[in-house]
């Protein structure tokens, strides 16, 4: 189903939970900008974008605003792959809040998970629009690690019978590339500063697994609190 279509579905399955007195028709648009965004003849009449430069939309008072695709920090031409930013995601719920005719915001979920750099501040966001309004997640897919914890501070997560919520916790991923640099007769000799010995902890010793594993459980700690 295309997004424009979507929306007012989703408006009208989910606005009794965001605000009474909100009603949504359906967009006969199929047409989006190449990132799953509405183009503006696509869009019903009276829909608007929030922002100039924003992925979200106001239908009939209420901010529809993705959180789709891999999380990523900061926006960059990946948001046109499918992935969305938490820079992206603050700047749209900044954006609802102070518009003077949005009354309610629809999160729609639908992601796998993402970075941990701005993901605690992209949680806040979404907390601290809920003090002005009512904020509901549809997890239309996914709303895993990074993603649940984005959408944890909404007042209703509202979810499919094949959505998947969960998979806290935080993983660190290590390509270990020495045997096939070897095999390519490639050597790399790192110099490490003598007052910062964990700089560049070896992953293939104890010590050095210790600390990138010490580094994931307080990450994580974060996360569950």
Known sequence: MFLARRE???????????????????????????DGTPKRAALAEGDDYLREYGRGIVRNGVAIIRVIGPLIAYASWLQSCGMTSYTTLKADLAAAVAHGGVTAIILEVDSPSGQVTGCSEAAAAVKAAAAHMPVVAFVAGDACSAALWNVSPADHIVVTPTS????????????????????????????IS????NKRPDVATDSGRAAIQKNADDTAAVFIA
């Open 8 to 34: 007012g579905v989703e408006i009208q399955a989910l606005a009794p939970r965001a605000q009474s007195h909100v009603t949504g028709g359906v967009s006969t648009g199929d047409h989006d900008e190449g």
């Open 164 to 191: 998947a919520v969960g998979s806290l916790g935080c993983c660190c991923s290590i390509v270990d590339r020495r045997g096939a640099d070897e095999k390519a007769g490639v050597k790399t000799h790192e110099i």
């Open 194 to 197: 003598s007052q910062t010995p």
